[in-house]
């Protein structure tokens, strides 16, 4: 009886080796939330452009998102819209587009990045830099950004 316990137990861990080790294969995503994440970084452009940089960051950030400003500690929640709520966007037109990002298997999380413009209203000189954003998705598939930070300066 002790051999056939044995026997069974090393058949038990050969099994359970052999089924451990094989790989499985990779989820698909049937949802390209990719070009979700794309197209609210390009809508929340457009709302800057359409309805001043105040309001498309109070749309677009999250309850939690943090903001990255120069000479600054990071603003985070509250104090982030706070922050937003107390400028003032009336001379100055910011828009941007995105040239690339990437989104986690799981759809929840992604990034962008790219090149903005910032343009005096009463002037006709324009200044670039480059911004990057983390998003996350909501349950009702919306994305709202949870990081933002931006650099002055093009070379």
């Known amino acids: 009886m002790n051999i056939f316990l044995k026997r069974g137990s090393v ?7 052999i089924t451990s080790c094989t790989t499985k294969k990779p989820v698909e995503i049937s949802v390209d939330y990719k070009s979700g994440m794309m197209e609210a970084d390009r809508a929340f452009s457009k709302m800057s452009e359409e309805k001043g940089i105040k309001k498309a960051l109070m749309h677009y950030i999250d309850d939690k998102g943090v ?3 120069p000479f600054s500690a990071p603003l985070v929640g ?25 989104v986690a298997t799981s759809g929840d999380m992604g990034y962008t990045y790219g090149i903005y413009s910032r343009k005096a209203k009463d002037k006709d000189t324009i200044l670039y830099g480059t911004y990057t954003r983390i998003w996350k998705r909501l349950e009702n598939g919306k994305w709202k950004f ?10």
């Open 146 to 155: 949870v990081l933002e930070t931006g650099n002055e300066g093009i070379e």
């Open 67 to 69: 903001l990255l400003r």
């Open 78 to 102: 509250g104090n982030a819209v706070d922050f937003i709520s107390q400028g003032n966007d009336t001379s100055y037109l910011f828009t941007w587009e995105p040239s690339g990002g990437n």
């Open 11 to 17: 058949m038990l861990l050969v099994a359970i080796s």
